[in-house]
């Protein structure tokens, strides 16, 4: 799957110089990073690395001690979320975060409403069909399975329309027939939806990612294509275990 931009392009998301400490701990510790339009980008890394507490910065969730957080070259480093939810970064969690007394139509139908979009029940209904839960829509959230919980949260950041879904553990607890899935629905959201996937399952991201960057403590140790991944000796001694 090939990005759909070039080297010239501007990035939809630039970090420079990102930072973030707690305490003696450099969580992100001056990232430099590019993410363009139409690339499934993948952020792996050994526990610790920094990945949930990076893709937080991006989404506002957590503040930069210093550095520029860059959309399409606006800067939104001191933006709260919902203004960068606004903008178009949508941030699924890595432990599932829904309404679970709510109705799966309710619980998208809150996400298509908050972005102030009209003909709210075909909307809210075209995000679950997207993600494969047409039928479900009056089941109580609660009572899911694992795996469809997890759609319903996908379908929640769909609702949005975001011109960047940040996935962070999206495969964590689903079984293999589920995994397929997942990555079938993945590849379906571009080239309308940057997606960019924090992910330990390394089949997965194999398969879906065109450009993988590699944190480890704090820092960005390698960048590229799965090839030059797979290939690069610091990340076979730091993550991949070779």
Known sequence: MAALTTPQTPPLIETRGLTLHFGGLRAVDGVDFRLDAGDIHALIGPNGAGK????????????????TILLAGEDITRLPAHVRVRKGIAYTFQITSIFPRLTVFDNVALAVQSHGARDLAAKTRAALARVGLQGLEEQEAQTLSYGHQRLLELALGLALKPRVLILDEPTQGLAASEI????????????????????????????????????????????????????????QEAYLGA
């Open 180 to 235: 397929d899935g997942f990555k079938r629905l993945v590849e379906g959201l571009v080239p309308d939806t940057t997606v960019l996937l924090i992910e330990h399952n390394m089949d997965v991201v194999m398969d879906l990612a065109t450009r993988i960057t590699v944190l480890n403590s704090g820092q960005v140790l390698a960048t590229g294509t799965p090839g030059d991944i797979r290939a690069n000796p610091l990340v």
């Open 52 to 67: 949930t507490t990076f893709v937080s910065l991006l989404a506002g969730r957590r503040m930069a001690q210093s550095g």
